[in-house]
Structure formats: structure tokens, C-alpha cells
């Protein structure tokens, strides 16, 4: 009786008398990148991923979970991709697509065609980066070099004579008991 219960819940009756399976979004966030725009749908444990390219669309569907949800996500995109360059990689937590944007350069300030908001859409802001100005792109790279080629913490530049040992912060702490 309860395994009946369960799946009504996640179903929907039809005027027939049949069930039909609810189709639930996916949650995702996207970012916008010189020649790709970025959507990681967050769905963990995904089976049998679907990803549909076409030039101004996009198609999402899987099942997810421990429940094996029925997810289905389509968006009208807000420029043409080359759905022969674009691509998706599926992770135990996710799914990754990268779209390939058919006019490289070309700033996307949402992903929708429409400016509708839609729920389970968000900006990642995580991976957002303003890439129009090249030359903040071309510091950042060579900031990261610097940082990378850096050894450890007792190796960091002077911070401009600031003194250490002024701060009450770092006095000792009792043992614990």
C-alpha cells in the first residue's frame, strides 16, 4: 500500500485511469565565457542523461536520485550555439554542458531567450568572470602564474610592514579538558 502511495505522489492520474510520471525541472547554473556558455545541471547519481543540441534550443532529461526522479529541462536560447561543437559530461553530482556559442565574443547577459526568470535557473557566480576586457584577463592569467610558481606560506611577500605580533587574535589557548 505504501509503494502505491509513493508513486502516486510523483505520478499524475490521467482522465484514462493511467499514471503519467511528473516531469521535475533539474536545478542548474550557468556562466558565460568568451566562445562557450556553461550549464551544470545538479543532479546527483544521473541515469540515462539526454542532451539535445540544436542551434537556438536546448534539451535536458535524465533520472536522478536514489528515487530515480523524472527530470526534463528546455530552454530557448538567447543566441544560435554550434550544436556540433557543443558538449556535456555527466559526474556523480552533475551534469556539464558546454555550449558552443555560434558568434564567438559575443557577451550573453542571460541565457533565455525571453527575460522571463525561471526558478530552477540560476548564475553561477562561482565561475562568473566580466571576459570583454582582455587585458583583465591577460592580469589574471599572469596573476595566477605568479601564485602557482609561489612556494608555500612562509614564502608570502611583506604585507607592507604590518605587524604580526600586535594581534590579540593569536595569544594561546587553554588546553581542552
Not at 565565457?33 to 542551434?55: G, L, M, P, T
Not at 566580466?130 to 610558481?149: A, C, K, P, V, Y
Amino acid at each position: 500500500m505504501a509503494l502505491a502511495h509513493a508513486t502516486q505522489k510523483r505520478c499524475v492520474r490521467l482522465k484514462t485511469g493511467t499514471y503519467q510520471q511528473l516531469l521535475h525541472p533539474a536545478t542548474a547554473k550557468w556562466y558565460d565565457r568568451r566562445d562557450y556558455v556553461f550549464i551544470e545541471f545538479c543532479v546527483e547519481d544521473s541515469k540515462d542523461v539526454e542532451v539535445n543540441f540544436e542551434k537556438s534550443k536546448f534539451g535536458f532529461s535524465c533520472l536522478g536520485g536514489t528515487d530515480d526522479v523524472k527530470h526534463s529541462n528546455e530552454i530557448d536560447l538567447f543566441e544560435a550555439i554550434d550544436q556540433n561543437e557543443s558538449k556535456h559530461r555527466r559526474t556523480d553530482r552533475s551534469v556539464l554542458c558546454c555550449l558552443r556559442k555560434a558568434e564567438s565574443g559575443k557577451p550573453w547577459p542571460r541565457l533565455t531567450k525571453e527575460k522571463a526568470k525561471l526558478n530552477w535557473l540560476s548564475v553561477d557566480f562561482n565561475n562568473w568572470k566580466d571576459w570583454e576586457d582582455d587585458s583583465d584577463e591577460e592580469n589574471f592569467d599572469r596573476f595566477s602564474e605568479m601564485m602557482n610558481s609561489m612556494g608555500g606560506e612562509d614564502e608570502l611577500p611583506d604585507l607592507d610592514g604590518a605587524d604580526e605580533s600586535a594581534d590579540s587574535d593569536d595569544e594561546k589557548m587553554p588546553d581542552l579538558e
